[in-house]
């Protein structure tokens, strides 16, 4: 079988790994995988069943009950499906990125997803941006980046794009979510988030986003041809 690339982006939320694996994706033309959105469906529909995310007797009761499928449209943007139905603009709330977090944290949960990220990785060109993909998914991924920047800088950028959808949300709120976030999700025991060896660590906290392609553009294009 026919060798693929792939790309992993890890790092904290609101480090900007989605804005820029899309674009990066768009010129390579490869897959983007987001896989923050897969953890986020399954925090969903246990939120539906009224199942605490902490609750792990819960969570493995029911997570054999859901479905979750990764779909693109003409645009190549994702779509997250659950049991059949189209959820992708349900998942981003506040509410499930906390819940998604708390989630994320069984083994139950994790060895559930894993092989259907390891499955789009064998049969497309990917980006794959998330927690654990450099040191979990895809541990012989051909470039790994490990993108983050300061919890101020990131909670700035995201209280920015709330602010644009009409949520009035402050500036205080959005920073301690994230940083309860960074918290939960660095000290979980099973793949945490962390820096793979192997990767290379942008800190984006001074850069805007030209600067950022900039730099990752330069990193990738030292393995695959741009
Ligand atoms: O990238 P995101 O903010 O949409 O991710 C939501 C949560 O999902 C995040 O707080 C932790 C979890 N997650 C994970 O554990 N592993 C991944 N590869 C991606 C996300």
New binding site residues.
């Given amino acids: 079988m026919a060798k693929h690339y792939s790309i992993a982006i ?1 790092g904290p ?1 609101g480090a900007g ?2 804005t820029i694996a899309r674009a990066l994706a768009q010129e390579l033309g490869f897959r983007y995988v ?7 469906t399954v925090a969903y529909f246990l939120d539906l069943l009224g199942i605490s995310p902490k609750d792990v007797d819960g969570v493995t009761r029911y997570i054999d009950e859901l479905t979750v499928e990764i779909e693109y449209d003409d645009q190549g943007a994702q779509h997250m499906i659950m049991n059949g139905m189209d959820v992708t603009d349900d998942i981003r709330s506040q509410d499930i ?1 906390q819940k ?2 708390l989630v ?2 069984h083994a139950i949960v ?1 060895d559930t997803l894993l092989d259907m ?1 390891r499955a789009v990785a064998k049969k497309y060109d990917v980006i794959m ?5 450099g040191t979990v ?1 895809l541990p012989k991924a051909t470039v790994k980046i490990f993108l983050t920047a300061s919890a101020e800088v990131r909670a700035q950028r995201r209280l920015e794009e709330m602010q644009a959808k009409g949520s009035k949300a402050t500036f205080a709120q959005v920073l301690k979510d994230i940083q309860q ?1 960074d918290y ?2 660095t000290h ?1 025991e099973i ?1 945490p ?1 962390k820096q793979a060896k192997d990767a290379v660590k942008v800190d984006t906290s001074e850069l805007d986003i030209e600067g950022v392609v900039a730099a990752i553009r330069e990193i990738v294009g030292k393995k695959i041809p741009l």
């Avoid at 987001?34 to 986020?40: E, H, L």
């Avoid at 941006?129 to 993909?133: K, N």
């Fill in positions: 890890d939320a790994k989605s987001d896989t923050g959105a897969i953890y986020r990125s998604a977090s994320s944290a994790r990220q941006d998330g927690r654990d993909i998914v976030r939960q999700d979980r793949a988030l």
